[in-house]
């Protein structure tokens, strides 16, 4: 059967003693990661008390896999066989592994995680055979509509309580990336257990997280606050936080918003162009791109030039200015001179 990854689990306890095996396809390592997890647990509270790993690349031997198979005697432990492939499967390993699916071992469960399957692939004989005797589930990561429902169900597995604008606030913080979601629920579910969570508590929870304080100085660069701007760079200054992050953040909007220009100067409109990031942020990114020209843009792209070259001490300026400097300017306000100082608080 061909199930997403939050029906593996409730199926698998409906009819374990059916399922064979469990084909893991998908190339976010987070989500192969974690199902893998989930599942090697309900195996092992299921009397699944053994576990052989075998890593597979170009080399590996069959013959191992074969042994591990057919050693099962009469007085051995329930196990898990689980193969974990660096690249798609061979025909040399799609021929094992169907021999083994056409009688598989009743005491042993077989867990296979490989990249991700095009849609051809997955309808190769040796897949079709895991569906057959068990499960395939072909991982892609969330898209942006369904971005606030996979952290929901993430907090739902931490037992943490997220109201819906804390849920939206963590997807518009992260965009994306799943690796992030996941430190900070883990986070929460350490610090703040069973408690209902809005998004005005997890602005609070996570004020020592320099990251979150970095997506607030984010929005200020967009809205063109510059007091706000100057304040939150210099928290991270006093507090000795590596000027790579903030120089990361900056040039991920410089980035976004040349991307957004770029598809204005073509024709697109307003509208179109700020469908292409979340809906809570597009009246920020609107205020931004009113300021803004591809001139003045690609002046922008020459000065984040200047942060690298003080990070690195190619240049004798204090990196913190130099990040001032382009804030300031994707905020439409005059420029900082090089090695100027801003200490207003």
Do not use: C
């Not at 309900?42 to 069959?62: A, I, K, Q, S």
């Not at 083994?100 to 849609?119: G, H, M, R, T, V």
């Not at 957004?260 to 100067?265: D, I, P, R, T, V």
């Amino acid at each position: 059967m061909r199930l997403n990854s939050y029906e593996v689990i409730p199926t698998i306890q409906k009819g374990m003693g059916r399922i064979a095996a469990l084909l893991i396809s998908g190339d976010e390592p987070y989500l192969s990661l974690s199902l893998a997890d989930q599942v090697r647990a309900f195996y092992r509270e299921n009397g699944f008390n053994e576990r052989t790993l075998l890593e597979v690349d170009n080399r590996f031997d069959w013959g191992l896999f074969v042994n591990a198979t057919q050693s099962l005697s009469l007085f051995s432990e329930k196990q898990i066989i689980e193969l974990r492939f660096t690249s798609l499967p061979d025909r040399k390993a799609q021929i094992a592994i169907e021999n083994y699916l056409n009688a598989p071992q009743e005491d042993l469960f077989l867990l296979i995680s490989i990249p991700l399957l095009k849609s051809a692939q997955q309808k190769s004989k040796w897949v079709n055979a895991v569906d057959k005797v068990g499960i395939v589930s072909i991982l892609y990561p969330p898209r942006l509509h369904e971005f606030p429902g996979w952290i929901f169900n993430e907090a739902k597995r931490r037992n943490l309580h997220l109201e819906k604008d804390a849920v939206d606030l963590l997807a518009q913080n992260n965009e994306g990336n799943l690796f992030s979601v996941i430190q900070e629920l883990d986070y929460l579910a350490l610090y703040y257990g069973d408690k209902k969570i809005d998004a005005e508590n997890l602005r609070s929870a996570l004020t020592q997280s320099s990251k979150f304080i970095a997506f607030d100085l984010s929005d200020a660069i967009l809205s063109g606050d510059v007091d706000r701007i100057n304040r939150i760079i210099t928290i991270f200054e006093d507090e000795g936080e590596p000027a790579t992050l903030v120089n990361f953040l900056l040039q991920k909007e410089i980035a976004t918003l040349g991307e957004m220009l770029f598809s204005l100067e073509q024709g697109e409109n307003m509208r179109q162009v700020l469908s292409k990031v979340w809906r809570n942020k597009q009246p920020l990114y609107q205020q931004a791109l009113s300021r803004l020209n591809l001139r003045r843009w690609r002046n922008i792209m020459k000065m984040v030039v200047q942060i690298d070259q003080a990070i690195k001490g190619q240049i004798k300026e204090n990196p913190w200015n130099a990040i001032r400097r382009v804030a300031f300017a994707i905020s439409g306000k005059r420029l900082l001179s090089l090695s100027a100082v801003a200490r207003v608080r």
